[in-house]
């Protein structure tokens, strides 16, 4: 069953803009993290924030984690047409990943 | 190598065939995964292997079904599908099942379309 529900669905940015993407989930989780998939291939993993963590970063991602709202965001800082792909939430209670529905991010130059 | 590599990249199979899908990994994971993924949704889990053995089977029908040969192979095995069957089909690897400090590495799927 799906756990993640991100927002917005899509996000249109110009370069050099952040961009902003939010998680909800449902249950008490281990871990959340955080996949970029391209025009539909494998999804790559970017960062992992566990429960009792509160803020991480990695390059010019910026992930922070509300266990009390059980909600994530996804900050890309200057973005590139290159970070134009789907961004998916994905949530680790048990054993295995549950993904959210995503959001598309589209970065013009 | 830290690369799961999936073959083949696409497959168009007809509703009698019987065809597979493979999934190799060197990274010494113990867990494998297989993820079915519609056009804009996300990726759904079908099976878990950790340690060569069936883990979770997410009630997938048996037209499905999966095999772990090695600790470094995955299979599909495909027969009889149906044309709502046509998806992405994604394997994934991690360290062990359950593991709480590293994400998944993920193949770069196989484009299955029934007709």
């Known amino acids: 069953s799906q756990q993640g529900e991100e927002d917005p669905q899509a996000l249109s940015i110009q370069e050099g803009e952040n961009a902003t993407m939010n998680c909800s989930y449902k249950t008490s989780i281990n871990n959340l993290q955080w996949y970029r998939q391209n025009s539909g291939r494998g999804l790559v993993h970017l960062i992992l924030i566990r429960s009792n963590e509160r803020e991480k970063h990695s390059g010019r991602l910026r992930v922070t984690l509300d266990t009390s709202k059980k909600s994530s965001s996804l900050l890309i800082t200057a973005s590139r047409a290159a970070d134009t792909a789907s961004y998916f939430c994905?949530?680790?209670?048990?054993?295995?990943?549950?993904f959210g529905k995503g959001t598309m991010l589209l970065v013009s130059p | 190598d830290t690369e799961v590599t999936q073959t083949p990249k696409h497959l168009v199979m007809g509703m009698t065939n019987k065809k597979s899908l493979k999934c190799e990994q060197h990274?010494?994971?113990?867990?494998m995964y297989w993820y079915k993924q519609k056009a804009k949704k996300p990726p759904e889990l079908m099976f878990v292997?950790?340690?060569?053995?069936?883990?979770i089977n997410e009630s997938v029908p048996s037209r499905f079904s999966p095999e772990c040969p090695n600790s470094s192979l995955l299979n599909l095995h495909l027969h009889a599908l149906q044309p709502e069957d046509s998806a992405l089909y994604l394997c994934a690897s991690s360290l062990k099942l359950g593991d709480r400090t590293n994400g998944y590495t993920f193949g770069s799927g196989t484009r299955l379309t029934v007709v």
């Open positions: 990274m010494g994971h113990r867990a």
């Open positions: 994905a949530t680790s209670a048990h054993s295995t990943l549950t």
């Open positions: 292997y950790s340690y060569e053995k069936l883990s």
